[in-house]
Nanobody, 125 residues
Framework: VQLQASGGGLVQAGGSLRLSCAASGSSFSSGVMGWFRQAPGKEREFVAR???????LYADSVKGRFTVSRDNVKNTMYLQMNSLKPDDTAVYSCAAVATSYRNYYYRTATEYNYWGQGTQVTVSS
């Protein structure tokens, strides 16, 4: 199973970027896919996740600015990031799990068992 994240880059504050996470080797059409990020000197933090049925959850810091979506046919997840701030600068990684239990929130790293490499997002002031 491979998760390939892409779409990172350098953008000015207030700008937008769209990240993609393509999965291969397994289908997550019944599971959950999520985004996490890690800034230099900080711990990895949850950004957003989406269940197979489209149910989403966001970190408070990105709510209203970021939108997570997925295409189950293409086995791909997206993160549309608008109104970017310098504090959004981090390495963004995607994660997936093949199951989706109703009583799990899927906002901690331990709830995912597949991870992709990160893509750097840098927001200049």
């Amino acid at each position: 199973v491979q998760l390939q994240a892409s779409g990172g880059g350098l953008v000015q504050a207030g700008g937008s970027l769209r990240l993609s996470c393509a999965a291969s080797g397994s289908s997550f059409s019944s599971g959950v896919m999520g985004w996490f990020r890690q800034a230099p000197g900080k711990e990895r933090e949850f950004v957003a996740r989406i269940r197979w049925n489209g149910d989403t959850l966001y970190a408070d810091s990105v709510k209203g600015r970021f939108t997570v979506s997925r295409d189950n046919v293409k086995n791909t997840m997206y993160l549309q990031m608008n109104s970017l701030k310098p504090d959004d600068t981090a390495v963004y990684s995607c994660a997936a799990v093949a199951t989706s239990y109703r009583n799990y929130y899927y906002r901690t790293a331990t709830e995912y068992n597949y991870w992709g490499q990160g893509t750097q997002v840098t927001v200049s002031s």
